[in-house]
T-cell receptor, first 115, second 116 residues
Framework: AQSVTQLGSHVSVSEGALVLLRCNYS??????LFWYVQYPNQGLQLLLK??????LVKGINGFEAEFKKSETSFHLTKPSAHMSDAAEYFC?????????????FGTGTRLTIIP | NAGVMQNPRHLVRRRGQEARLRCSPM?????VYWYRQLPEEGLKFMVY????????ESGMPKERFSAEFPKEGPSILRIQQVVRGDSAAYFC??????????????FGQGTRLTVV
């Protein structure tokens, strides 16, 4: 079974500072990894995904994440935070299971941007 | 191409009533997944359906909850005799395929169920 651990349920950064949201996964087979963003009372929007191609994945809104197999990590970064980045971020993992796949989510990290 | 449509967006039910949540997948998508998000928690898998078939319902509570995805029309998540603990946001996602589903899946805006 796969799982995801997000370190830090709340992260605060100053506007213009580096954003780093941590995610570690556990999977017995090569996983697909995802980061989603959720704004208040909204649905989930896909930021980026890792599908075993390039280990450095670029997403929308200036975010990127690097898949590190040796560390079982998939941390999300953005060089310079913007006020509009304030939201909840979810890391998720799925593995192929004869076509029956589930997406397993972490518990989320709430990002606050300090003006 | 409309996205995944969920309705209603907000639903208020009294304890003991029934709640019906609808999810219309994107055009061409025949795989539907339902997730529940309890307050201050992440999303938990409930059920995976293809047209007219339940593939995996391992995340569904054994009682009061059911789901269907008929040949025609939206997928329905039905909660009978709702209780306060059912208050949550319910999201569905659709995908055009099963293998590697979430590499091409989209989520709806969710239905926020409040039980009073």
């Amino acid at each position: 079974a796969q799982s995801v651990t997000q370190l830090g349920s709340h992260v605060s950064v100053s506007e213009g500072a580096l954003v780093l949201l941590r995610c570690n996964y556990s999977s017995s087979v090569p996983p697909y990894l995802f980061w989603y963003v959720q704004y208040p009372n909204q649905g989930l929007q896909l930021l980026l995904k890792y599908t075993s191609a390039a280990t450095l994945v670029k997403g929308i809104n200036g975010f990127e994440a690097e898949f590190k197999k040796s560390e079982t990590s998939f941390h999300l970064t953005k060089p310079s935070a913007h006020m509009s980045d304030a939201a909840e971020y979810f890391c998720a993992v799925s593995v192929s299971n004869f076509g029956n796949e589930k997406l397993t989510f972490g518990t989320g990290t709430r990002l606050t941007i300090i003006p | 191409n409309a996205g995944v449509m969920q309705n209603p967006r907000h639903l208020v039910r009294r304890r003991g009533q029934e709640a019906r949540l609808r999810c219309s997948p994107m055009k061409g998508h025949s795989h539907v997944y339902w997730y529940r998000q309890l307050p201050e928690e992440g999303l938990k898998f409930m059920v995976y359906l293809q047209k007219e078939n339940i593939i995996d319902e391992s995340g569904m509570p054994k009682e009061r909850f059911s789901a269907e995805f008929p040949k025609e029309g939206p997928s329905i998540l039905r909660i009978q005799q709702v209780v306060r603990g059912d208050s949550a946001a319910y999201f569905c996602a659709s995908s055009p395929r099963g293998r590697g589903a979430f590499t091409e899946a989209f989520f709806g805006q969710g239905t926020r169920l409040t039980v009073v």
